[in-house]
């Protein structure tokens, strides 16, 4: 009997394959398509080597004053040296460890509640738990901690405290709003809608002045908030009207469906939105909502304009130091990338949670 | 719990009337407390502020302003310069958005990364930083007025601004503005022509070339026609400073380099979005139809990538006008600047102030979204 050796096939020539064919596949497919690589690397030319020169090669990282600043590039030395500045402000030099201390519980309480299953009640207990004992370490007054006004808190802290008080109480506020213009009760529903159309046509540089400026007259004399507390009662207000639109987006990709048969199992109103309206509108617009709290997260830096101190703010705060003249441009380029990270680990987060809530079939 | 409470529709109306009676009694409580404190604190009240002198100089105003003019005329001022770098902002980020969205979507994976590095870069970093980055640091270390970079003998870019030739539009230009509004009226006309010639012969007519050409020649031979009427003045060195040509100032540019550059990632990202989301299907049936690649684009592809991108393009530019008021933190004079800024510490009366200016914000937000709707509606599919 004829034995038909398999022949195995030959490779692909060797210009289709490897690394080879990746390059004419996509960067020189077509004259237009090698025209654009000679583009692109010409813009990458003339932004890399100049960039990687000013920030490593000829930057000093060495050092303590600016004199120790003598490369042509980047003075590191400066963000090193005010680094206690950039991350916590004016707060109390001794103190540091009180700010150290809370960032570092919720750390371990994120990776807590991460890394250990079950024991949900625990956990949110644990959660709940951690503003009232973040403010008192930070603020102090209890158990042998000296006092430290807001007015001290600066720098990265600050913007954290604001971005993660305004997240969490913009949600819930948000969450009544969206049910309120949901709501078939028109008196309830022109009111909400009114006030979300109202905030989301103003800047909220606006609101953040009404709020450090007007605020204060509306309430009886004694009653007075700080600075900050205004700043966030400003800018839970602002971003909650923004939360309410997202949360009614998710509403809208509710089939009509499902609020019949929540009412087919005689549910009541606040039993049908809690358990089965709710839980889906926020599961669908998920990414929406990081959305809006990453440009709460950018937002935070416009506190500095109604003299709050900030992460951004610490920039000209350092920069106007005496021995640091004429250092802005590493202080912006250092907060930029500081936000950066915060932002865009934020953006990937939400793109992954969009990949594993995906649960359609394409 | 009584009989009438278990009434869904007697239970709306209660809770309504709760609400109502809270959302009162929470005003009251309010404009109690503050017509209090402002009498205590000697607020004055009212609108007659606005008639008032301003007392104050601006620096960069269109239209004619003494510290004599009144705080109406600061309101005035800080909105047209609003308006003002909203319009060149508008059209700054949708120019680069518009690139940036084409090349991500670009086969060429360097075009495609470098716009997704450009997205990823400066859709991350908040506005105001990158506002203050370019006051503070890229135009702040542009050369002295007498060490200007100097364009032709024509542009001027030193660390007081940028300095342009003007152009004096003198007796007889109405001409030119009149062969342009002609001019465009004849396209339009061609364009209807060549839609019905298309549907009754199946002719094509070249519309765009024979517009291009319309549009640059009508008005170009009334230029000569008309003996050229346009003066161009140059700017030039007087002193400390340059005279003579149109001057942005660096405020004004960092405001707009730093909200168009801003402005344009997320416009970049609803025209991707928008080229996406068409199905698969109709690409494939435009090349089944045997159309080119450019008809495809241009008959199949845009009219309802368009459909889908332009209403979050517009309210990226809604995003951009509001985002103009963070002007505050470099002094461009525009409405919050010196309107809610000046005005306000001046007068003391910051509820009147802010009133207006949100209201002012408002109305802007409102005929927008008058827009969106119109288009919203124009563009929707029409089924039958």
Not at chain 1, 265 to 289: D, E, F, H, R, S
């Amino acid at each position: 009997m004829a034995v038909y050796p398999i022949i195995p096939g030959k490779e692909p020539p060797l210009l289709d394959r490897g690394a080879i064919a990746w390059v004419r596949r996509n960067l020189l497919s077509s004259p237009y398509n090698i025209l654009f690589t000679i583009l692109g690397i010409a813009i990458l030319y003339m932004i890399i080597p100049p960039f990687i020169k000013w920030a490593f090669l000829d930057a000093n990282f060495a050092g303590h004053t600016k004199a120790d600043c003598t490369g042509n590039g980047a003075c590191w030395v400066f963000v090193k040296e005010k680094l206690n500045m950039f991350f916590f402000g004016f707060y109390p030099h001794d103190q540091l460890f009180r700010p150290k201390l809370v960032i570092g519980v919720i750390v371990a309480l994120m990776a807590f509640a991460k890394l250990v299953p079950n024991l949900n009640k625990l956990k949110l207990a644990l959660f709940v738990i951690y503003p009232f004992f973040a403010y008192f370490v930070l603020h102090g007054g209890h158990f042998g901690l000296s006092i430290v006004e807001t007015t001290k808190w600066g720098g990265l802290l600050l913007t954290l405290v604001i971005a993660s008080v305004g997240i969490t109480l913009s949600f819930p506020i948000g969450i009544l709003l969206a049910l309120g213009r949901q709501s078939k009760l028109p008196i309830i529903k022109s009111l909400s809608v009114f006030y979300i159309e109202l905030v989301r046509g103003v800047p909220l540089i606006t609101v953040l002045f009404m709020a450090s400026v007007v605020l204060p007259l509306f309430f009886p004399e004694g009653v007075n908030f700080n600075k900050l507390a205004r700043a966030l009662i400003g800018i839970t207000f602002f971003e909650a009207a923004y939360v309410a639109e997202n949360i009614r987006s998710g509403f809208q990709a509710i089939k009509k469906g499902q609020y019949e048969a929540a009412d087919a199992l005689g549910l009541g109103y606040w039993q049908k939105m809690g358990l089965i309206i709710l839980p889906q509108a926020i599961k669908v617009t998920i990414p929406n909502l990081v959305g809006t709290f990453i440009s709460l997260f950018k937002d935070t830096s416009l506190v500095m304009i109604i003299g709050l101190f900030d992460l951004l703010a610490m920039v000209t705060v350092t920069a106007n130091d005496r021995d640091w003249l004429g250092m802005d441009t590493e202080g912006y380029v250092f907060v930029a990338f500081v936000f950066w990270i915060f932002t865009f680990s934020m953006s990937m987060y939400s793109k992954r949670l969009e990949k594993k809530l995906d649960t359609s079939n394409n | 719990m009584p009989a009438f409470l278990r009434d869904e529709k007697i239970r709306g109306i209660l809770y309504q009337l709760i609400t109502i009676l809270g959302f009162v009694l929470f005003l009251y409580y309010i404009a109690q407390n503050t017509s209090h404190n402002i009498q205590q604190r000697g607020i004055k009240t009212g609108f007659d502020f606005l008639h008032a002198t301003a007392g104050f100089d601006i620096t960069e105003s269109p239209i004619a302003f003494t510290p004599e003019s009144t705080h109406w005329d600061v309101f005035k001022v800080g909105l047209i310069n609003t308006l003002i770098v909203s319009f060149w902002g508008i059209i700054l980020s949708s120019l680069i958005g518009l690139v940036i969205g084409i090349w991500r979507l670009s086969p060429n994976w360097l075009i495609n990364r470098l716009a997704a590095g450009y997205i990823e870069t400066f859709r991350n970093i908040p506005v105001l930083l990158q506002i203050l980055f370019w006051y503070n640091v890229v135009l702040a270390t542009l050369p002295s007025t007498r060490d200007s970079i100097n364009l032709f003998d024509t542009f001027f870019i030193n660390n007081r601004g940028f300095f342009s030739p003007k152009f004096i539009w003198q007796s007889g230009s109405w001409m030119i503005a009149a062969a342009a509004i002609i001019a465009i009226l004849a396209i339009v006309w061609l364009k209807k022509w060549a839609h019905k010639r298309q549907e009754a012969t199946g002719e094509q007519f070249p519309v765009l070339l024979t517009s291009i050409a319309i549009l640059v020649l009508l008005p170009t031979i009334a230029y000569f026609v008309a003996g050229r009427p346009v003066k161009t003045i140059y700017p030039e060195l007087h002193g400390f400073n340059f005279r003579g040509g149109s001057t942005y100032t660096p405020e004004f540019l960092a405001l707009l380099f730093a909200l168009s550059i801003y402005t344009a990632t997320f416009i970049a990202e609803a025209i991707r979005s928008g080229i996406e989301a068409v199905p698969k299907g109709q690409k494939e049936a435009a090349v089944s139809l045997g159309l080119s690649p450019t008809q495809r684009l241009r008959l199949v592809i845009l009219p309802q990538a368009v459909r889908i991108a332009i209403p979050s393009v517009i309210n990226q530019y809604l995003n951009l006008i509001k985002n103009s008021s963070l002007a505050a933190a470099i002094g461009y004079p525009e409405l919050v600047t010196i309107f809610a800024g000046t005005s306000l510490n001046q007068t003391g009366q910051a509820l009147e102030i802010l009133l207006i200016t949100m209201i002012t914000y408002l109305i802007i937000s409102l005929l927008v979204s008058l827009v969106l709707n119109w288009f919203n509606s124009k563009m929707k599919i029409k089924e039958r």
